[in-house]
Structures are given as C-alpha cells and as structure tokens.
C-alpha cells in the first residue's frame, strides 16, 4: 500500500529534519512531502543538505506563504493526484508521535469502512499535561465551541489525521475554503456532514520545545469568527 506523509513547514530549521528521521525509522517506505511555506530561516537548507538524494522525500517551496490550510489543501490533491492508498497529515514541530501512523494504517486495514483516523486530544485526560495553562485553556475553548456551534463530538482543529484516498472525493475535500488553521475545523465539518466514516484515536501531544508557534493572534481571531459563520451558515 503507498503511504504518502505531508509535513508543511514554515520557519522549522530545528524540527524538520528531527520529524522526517522519525517518520522513515517508523517505515522506510514512506513517501514525504514537504511543503515550505518559503521559510525565512535555514529550514530549507536543512531539507537540502539532508534529504535531496532520497528519492522518497520530495519538498515544494512556494514563492509565498499561503497558509497552513492551504499546504494541507495542495497535498491532500496531490497525494489524490498521485493515486497514493494512504495520506497523512503531520505537524513539523515535534508535538505528533509519528508512531501513531502504524495504528491509524492498521485502523483502515481492519475496518474497510473507516475513510479518515483523526487524533485526539480530549480522550484522555494527561493528553496535554505538560501544555502551559493559557495554551491549555485556548485549546479548550475553542474545543467546547466547535463541539457546541458546529454539534460535533471530534476534536477537528489538529493537523495529525490519516486519509484513505480511495474513499475521498476531490470536490468533497474543495468545500473547506479557508487557507489557515480554520481549514482543519472546515474540512472535518464537512467530511462528517458529507457522512464520512471518521474515527477519533488518543493522542498524547507534546508541548513544542524548538522554535516558537506559528499561530497568531490572527489566526485564532480568525478561527473562531469562522466557526460562528460556519454556524450560521449551517
């Protein structure tokens, strides 16, 4: 079965090149993606020096930076492009077990029905126990909102999720809009209103311990104002 893992990166020189060893000692078969955000730092020196012989690691660098959602967007239609079994999405900075993947594969292998495994953070109760209170406490809030307005039971705003492409439609993954953080709220809301089989597995997430977060005030005011008019809007 091809895997494809996506890791979009922006500013990460001291995680990428952690995150992508990580990821080839779980299965060396993996293919990677990495999709730069046209980071200003050494991150993409870092993925040239140690990775541009692998032929199962590819990177795209685009000339500017067009959000998170979008990199996530712009994998998951490559990966569908590409006619890969499996895609995973993962964050660069350190905060996803990749270990995790191996179960997420195992979950579509014995349930055929099953189309997206999404990671958890409010399964378990020590899952963000090391997490600063003010970090903890946005999480959530924004976690009871989306459940509440949204009338959802997934935890939809982690970038941790794994996608079997044979049952993803393109122009069902093309309803999420947004090309920041809200796209992963947008697309889980719609892949569940569309009656996707989705899974909720426990993650445990660590706090990031390189380079500082890439969300914003601005992302999190637009993030909840999206909620309220995807509300609405439902």
């Known amino acids: 079965m091809k895997t494809l893992v996506i890791i979009p990166t922006l500013n990460e020189e001291k995680n990428v090149k952690r995150i992508v060893n990580k990821i080839i000692r779980v299965n060396k078969k993996f293919n990677i993606l990495i999709i730069d955000d046209e ?4 991150t993409i020196s870092v993925i040239k020096k140690n990775f541009r012989n692998n032929k199962r690691i590819k990177f795209v660098i ?18 569908l492009r590409k006619k890969y079994n499996f895609c995973i999405t993962i964050d660069a900075d350190g905060t996803h077990d990749p270990k995790k993947i191996n179960i997420m594969i195992n979950i579509f292998n014995k349930n055929s029905n099953i189309q997206i495994v999404n990671t958890s953070r409010f399964i378990n109760s020590e899952s963000l126990e090391d997490w600063p209170i003010s970090r903890k406490l946005l999480t959530y809030i924004r976690f009871y909102m989306v459940k509440i307005l949204l009338n959802t039971k997934l935890d939809s705003s982690g970038g941790f999720r794994a996608y ?30 569309l009656n996707y089989n989705i899974v909720d597995i426990p993650i ?7 380079d500082q977060s ?10 909840f104002l999206s909620i309220v008019k995807l509300c609405f809007k439902k």
């Open 39 to 42: 980071s200003t730092d050494n």
């Open 214 to 223: 890439k969300m914003k005030l601005k992302h999190i005011l637009d993030s």
């Open 62 to 79: 685009r000339k500017k930076n067009k959000g998170l959602g979008s990199a996530h967007r712009d994998g998951l239609l490559y990966s």
């Open 204 to 210: 445990k997430l660590k706090f990031r311990n390189a």
């Open 164 to 193: 079997k492409l044979n049952k993803i439609k393109k122009k069902h993954l093309l309803k999420a809009k947004n090309n920041n953080y809200f796209f992963l709220i947008e697309s889980l809301y719609y892949f569940e209103k």
